[in-house]
C-alpha cells in the first residue's frame, strides 16, 4: 500500500515538476524544478527495487548534468536572448501542436506490444543482483552502444570546451597584463 502511494506521489511530483520546469521565466528556477524532478525519479526507481538506476540518477543527472546546465546558463548572455523576436507569434499555436502530440501518443498506445523476454529472468537477477545483471549485459551484449555513447561524450566535451573558451582575437574578452600583476 505505502509502495503504491509513493509512486503516485512521484508521479504526480515528476509531471508538476516538469510542466514548472518549462513554465518558469527564470531559467535558474526550471533548472531547481528539474533538480527536483530528477530525485522523484530517483525515488521512482526506488519502487521499482532498481537501487544502482536511483543511486546514477541522482549523481549524474542530479549531479554533473544540472551544473552542466547551469554552467550553459551563465555563459549565454539573457539579456540579450531576451530581446531577440518570438518564432511564433502566439503561444496559443504552440498549446495547439502540443496538445495534438499528446493526442497522437495516446492514441498510439493501445498499439504498444511488449517485446521478447530477455536474457534475465526474474528469480535469476534477483540472484545475482540488479547492478551485476545490468553490468554483465552492458559489458557483454551491449559493448558497443556503450562505446559510441562514451565516444559522442567525448565529442560533447571537447565541443563544450571549444565554445567556452575565450576567443584571443577579441581585444575586448583580453585583461591587460598590468591589472593581472597587481
Same mark, same amino acid.
Given at each position: 500500500?505505502?509502495?503504491?502511494?509513493?509512486?503516485?506521489?512521484?508521479? $504526480?511530483?515528476?509531471?508538476?515538476?516538469?510542466?514548472? =520546469?518549462?513554465?518558469?521565466?527564470?531559467?535558474?528556477?526550471? $533548472?531547481?524544478?528539474?533538480?527536483?524532478?530528477?530525485?522523484?525519479? #530517483?525515488?521512482?526507481?526506488?519502487?521499482?527495487? =532498481?537501487?544502482?538506476?536511483?543511486?546514477?540518477?541522482?549523481?549524474?543527472?542530479?549531479? #554533473?548534468?544540472?551544473?552542466?546546465?547551469?554552467?550553459?546558463?551563465?555563459?549565454?548572455?539573457?539579456?540579450?536572448?531576451?530581446?531577440?523576436?518570438?518564432?511564433?507569434?502566439?503561444?496559443?499555436?504552440?498549446?495547439?501542436?502540443?496538445?495534438?502530440? =499528446?493526442?497522437?501518443?495516446?492514441?498510439? !498506445?493501445?498499439?504498444?506490444?511488449?517485446?521478447?523476454?530477455?536474457?534475465?529472468?526474474? #528469480?535469476?537477477?534477483?540472484?545475482?543482483?540488479?547492478?551485476?545483471?545490468?553490468?554483465?549485459?552492458?559489458?557483454?551484449?551491449?559493448?558497443?552502444?556503450?562505446?559510441?555513447?562514451?565516444?559522442?561524450? !567525448? $565529442?560533447?566535451?571537447?565541443?563544450?570546451? $571549444?565554445? #567556452?573558451?575565450?576567443? =584571443?582575437?577579441?581585444?575586448?574578452?583580453?585583461?591587460?597584463?598590468?591589472?593581472?600583476?597587481?
Amino acid at each position: 500500500m505505502f509502495t503504491q502511494i509513493f509512486f503516485c506521489y512521484c508521479a $504526480v511530483m515528476i509531471i508538476g515538476t516538469g510542466l514548472l =520546469a518549462i513554465t518558469m521565466r527564470n531559467p535558474v528556477h526550471s $533548472v531547481l524544478m528539474v533538480l527536483v524532478l530528477f530525485f522523484h525519479m #530517483a525515488g521512482l526507481y526506488l519502487t521499482l527495487q =532498481a537501487e544502482f538506476l536511483a543511486a546514477v540518477q541522482i549523481i549524474v543527472y542530479a549531479g #554533473a548534468i544540472l551544473v552542466l546546465y547551469l554552467f550553459v546558463l551563465f555563459l549565454v548572455s539573457l539579456r540579450e536572448e531576451v530581446l531577440i523576436e518570438r518564432y511564433v507569434d502566439s503561444a496559443w499555436i504552440g498549446r495547439i501542436f502540443a496538445g495534438g502530440l =499528446a493526442v497522437a501518443l495516446i492514441g498510439i !498506445l493501445p498499439t504498444f506490444i511488449l517485446g521478447e523476454k530477455g536474457n534475465w529472468p526474474l #528469480a535469476r537477477v534477483q540472484e545475482v543482483t540488479h547492478t551485476k545483471a545490468m553490468g554483465q549485459e552492458m559489458y557483454t551484449t551491449f559493448i558497443l552502444p556503450f562505446e559510441i555513447a562514451g565516444l559522442i561524450l !567525448l $565529442v560533447a566535451v571537447i565541443g563544450g570546451l $571549444v565554445l #567556452a573558451k575565450r576567443n =584571443a582575437a577579441d581585444p575586448a574578452l583580453q585583461t591587460d597584463e598590468r591589472e593581472i600583476q597587481k
